[in-house]
């Protein structure tokens, strides 16, 4: 295989994205415009709230990374 061939088949497998790589961007766009939307509507109250809601969440988050699941 020659150093062509290697960057092609390389390239063609990192474009697109699987299902569950779009699931997780719109999660995170939708989850950032309900903040922006909260905050706007809310103020600092608002951002402090969701701030504290993500607490538990990240720490369930890098549990599950360091155990490698």
């Known amino acids: 295989m020659s150093i062509t061939e290697t960057s092609r088949t390389s390239a063609a497998k990192t474009t697109g994205f699987d299902s569950g790589e779009w699931m997780v961007l719109l999660f995170v766009a939708l989850f950032v415009v309900v903040v922006g939307a909260i905050t706007a ?8 709230m969701s701030a504290l809601t993500m607490v538990p969440i990240v720490y369930a988050v890098l549990i599950l990374i360091t155990v490698g699941k």
Do not use: D, E, K, N
């Open 41 to 48: 509507l809310f103020g600092l109250p608002g951002l402090a």
